[in-house]
């Protein structure tokens, strides 16, 4: 069983439509894909996803956690931020192996916005921050790290890296897999990830009419073609 899984926690800019997309287009894009779970504190209906509701109250970012609860664990799950566009062929990211996006701005860092692991791999994450959720989330308690955010990413990355578990980077295992957003770029894809302020309904029009599409079939397309 393959599954995607995101988080939707309520107060921020997202609501169910970042969900419906996010379905939309990992479905074309991701063969083999069997489940969408969706993470979240609403009352969530969206046809073909699964609303499964967050146990803790943790803020923002920090609801990721989340995702690596055991009882979620299934034979291979991709974690996925819901600003992420699918313009084509992922299958690559249906793979055997443990594999985490390299963060943009922080090279050798792992990001949690597209990650993927087997089974239990990663619950322990979800029990060490369970068990010291203050602790984790506050600046400092992953030593001196080069980022001007404190984030759920921060933490993933020290529990890992001292567990001596440090992931395959993404961009490594699958060099043309991703691509983050850049509006001067002329093909994109076949996943957009978003950084910084950019989000793909604030993005060129060719970005916005994939990421808008709600059909379920396949493209038949690889990269996003801008001109």
Request: with cysteine.
């Amino acid at each position: 069983m393959v599954t995607l899984t995101t988080v939707l926690k309520s107060g921020g800019r997202y609501d169910v439509t970042w969900v419906e997309r996010l379905n939309a287009g990992a479905r074309r894009s991701i063969p083999g894909l069997d489940r969408v779970v969706c993470l979240t504190d609403l009352d969530l209906q969206v046809a073909g996803v699964d609303s499964v509701p967050l146990r803790h109250d943790w803020p923002a970012w920090w609801s990721k956690f989340e995702a690596y609860r055991t009882d979620l664990a299934d034979e291979l799950t991709i974690l996925c931020d819901l600003d992420t566009v699918f313009t084509g062929d992922a299958g690559a990211l249906v793979d055997d192996s443990m594999a985490a996006m390299e963060d943009y701005f922080l090279k050798g860092r792992l990001s949690t916005a597209l990650m993927r692991w087997r089974g239990n791999e990663l619950d322990h994450v979800y029990e060490r921050f369970k068990a010291e959720p203050d602790r984790w989330m506050q600046p400092g308690s992953c030593g001196e790290v080069p980022n001007s955010v404190h984030g759920d990413q921060v933490v993933v990355d020290h529990l890992l890296r001292h567990g001596g578990l440090m992931p395959e980077f993404l961009q490594t295992r699958h060099p043309d897999l991703l691509d983050f957003y850049d509006p001067l770029q002329v093909e994109q894809g076949p996943i957009i990830i978003f950084i910084g302020e950019s989000k793909p309904d604030t993005a060129i029009q060719a970005v916005q009419d994939v990421w808008r599409e709600t059909r379920l079939t396949a493209g038949g397309f690889r990269k996003l073609h801008l001109v």
